[in-house]
């Protein structure tokens, strides 16, 4: 089990112009802006559950990002599992 990222559309301010979950992903293209509902969304197949993009919406005051665990046959589950420290997913 991991941590995705999941974002709350009725939260999300992308429409306004915030991208900085996009911006500050190390992942390429995990997080991206869904045109049509003008929305950021989660690619939970690349999202490596760094928490970065929960970091800079929580301190932009927006709060749409949590973090969700996922079961090994990628099912998202109710909760979020325990938390990987800041950057531990990337390392080797």
């Known amino acids: ?5 999941l974002v ?3 939260k999300c301010v992308a429409k306004k112009g915030c991208r900085l ?8 293209n995990c997080l991206d802006l869904d ?18 993009c929960k970091v800079v919406c929580d301190a932009a ?8 665990a996922v079961s090994s046959d990628g099912k998202l589950l109710e909760k979020a599992g325990e938390a990987a420290e800041l950057g531990q997913a990337y390392q080797g």
């Open 1 to 5: 089990m991991y941590n995705v990222a």
């Open 8 to 10: 709350t559309n009725e």
């Open 21 to 28: 979950c996009i911006m500050y992903c190390p992942e390429a």
């Open 35 to 52: 045109q049509e509902k003008m929305v950021a969304f989660v690619n939970i197949d690349r999202c490596k559950g760094c928490e970065l």
């Open 61 to 68: 005051k927006h709060a749409a990002i949590e973090m969700v």
